[in-house]
């Protein structure tokens, strides 16, 4: 993950008269049931660091219990009552450190962090004026994918001190209550294998999740955060009857006039765009929808690309290409973090931008744009032919071996589905020349597949 740019809100204070620095107690605390395959990681990442590791297990029929007390963890049993919040304040009160660093079975500090946290720790409880707060650290948590790259990233308070003031709340999506300022802290991520879906799929979350809040909403029916929390809890399930009740459930939530937790809002938003974007019949309500969310949050780059995008769709060329780039210059910032559909997902930007950029005639544009779209996925018929088409057409025109030239950045013109894939987009963008150029580097047996392969 990459870090923030930003200077750290901490730093070493100035000597102060007959103030003793006190000496970071780390206690790490978990919730567990059944982590068999994630518990050893879960504890190792704090192993050298905490001064005692709290395993409060609640019901685990497989070896995590045996495994964590192998690596010396202190683990506590508690009855399961549907609620996260009084399972985690039990595994808070047996806590003795001065601080409690509280990550799920799933979850770890990457090396490099670890350091960064006790720094942290140790620089706070180095200044008597910070040293006086009951406080704690926010920062990013990268949920992972199963190739470790991560789609969405959310900031929480999981390092705190251990007061009696602090404490959590809710039986599920359950929250930390503090009193005092919260103290940023960029500079850390938790990484989360929990939502990939080979852990959700194993552990049975989603399934896990719909009861709980289902609960929890029949209680109190009209809450529209909870709605958001039941309908990412029906999506994930993959049931085509729960994922048309998610959507019923977050428009529901949008038309609420209460509040709405930010990621939340903003995650519902983009579900229901992102859903209806190409859908014609739906053009009005999704351009109320952008235009509601381009309105509220400005700063997500999602609403600037799926605004854009509807206004390709309209035909507003001129204004789809500003939202297009605003989404772009956003896309650069540190900050972008949200889960966003657009750095998910950079070729659709950047093919919606070159095929805009095409409409205008902006040639240069077509050019960078479909260059940066191709590194992305170099076989994207759409984005190649518009790009050799540009060649034709920006400045002086550019000769058959000049395009082969600089095709040959992108492409290996020994590998034969390259050589097919430049050929099939030539052949679309009406250059004929370079066609014949491409076919004349294939082999007899290439030449062979190719009248045996469809396009």
């Known amino acids: 993950m990459a870090k923030s740019k930003g200077q750290s809100a901490y730093h070493r204070a100035p000597a102060q008269k007959n ?11 978990m919730i567990v049931k059944n982590e068999e395959k994630n518990i050893e990681r879960a504890l190792s990442w704090a192993k050298g660091v905490a001064f005692e590791q709290i395993v409060v297990d609640t019901g685990s029929t497989d070896r995590t219990v045996e495994i964590a007390e192998s690596m010396g963890a202190k683990v506590y049993h508690f009855e399961w009552i549907n609620d996260f919040s009084a399972a985690k304040n039990y595994a808070i009160e047996q806590a003795t450190g001065n601080w409690i660093a509280f990550l799920d079975a799933d979850e770890y500090f990457p090396d490099e962090d670890v350091k960064t946290l006790m720094t942290l720790l140790r620089q706070i409880e180095s200044d008597q004026n910070l040293r006086k707060l009951n406080s704690a650290l926010r920062c990013p948590i990268a949920n992972v ?26 039986k599920i999506h359950e929250m930390l209550i503090t009193r005092d300022p919260i103290m940023e802290a960029p500079e850390l991520t938790i990484i989360h294998t929990g939502y990939s879906q080979s852990a959700y799929a194993e552990t049975g979350k989603a399934f896990r999740n ?21 309908a990412d ?18 428009r529901e939530a949008l038309e609420s006039d209460q509040t709405i937790l930010s990621e939340l809002k903003q995650g519902a938003y983009a579900y229901l765009i992102a859903n209806y974007l190409d859908n014609e019949e739906e053009n009005e309500a999704d351009l109320s929808l952008c235009l509601k969310a381009y309105a509220e949050f400005p700063e997500n780059p999602d609403f600037c690309f799926f605004y854009g995008r509807y206004l390709y769709v309209v035909g507003d060329f ?3 290409w500003e939202k297009l780039i605003e989404c772009e210059n956003l896309l650069k910032k540190d900050t972008v973090d949200m889960g966003s559909y657009a750095l998910r997902n950079p070729m659709m930007v950047f093919y919606q931008m070159t095929v805009t950029a095409e409409e205008l005639g902006d040639m240069a544009e077509v050019i960078r744009c479909a260059t940066l779209a191709l590194k992305e996925d170099k076989y994207e018929q759409g984005i190649l032919a518009p790009y050799i088409n540009a060649f034709s057409r920006h400045g002086s025109k550019a000769s058959t071996e000049e395009i082969l030239l600089i095709l040959g950045k992108l492409y290996d013109f020994s590998n034969v589905k390259d050589k097919v894939t430049v050929m099939r987009a030539a052949k679309t963008a009406g ?4 066609v014949a150029k491409v076919m004349s580097l294939l082999t007899k047996e290439e030449l062979k597949w190719l009248t045996e392969t469809p396009e």
């Open 318 to 320: 001129k204004q789809a």
């Open 19 to 29: 103030f003793i620095p006190r000496p970071v107690r780390l206690s790490q605390c």
């Open 233 to 250: 809890s029906l999506r994930a399930t993959g049931d085509k009857n729960d994922v048309a009740y998610a959507e019923k459930l977050y």
């Open 145 to 170: 994918d199963d190739k470790g790259k991560p789609f969405l990233v959310v900031r929480q308070d999981r390092v705190f001190r251990n007061v009696s003031e602090i404490r959590y709340s809710g």
């Open 210 to 230: 719909v009861d709980l809040i289902r609960e929890e909403l029949n209680r109190d029916p009209d809450n529209a955060t909870l709605k958001c929390y039941f």
């Open 431 to 434: 250059n004929m020349e370079l």
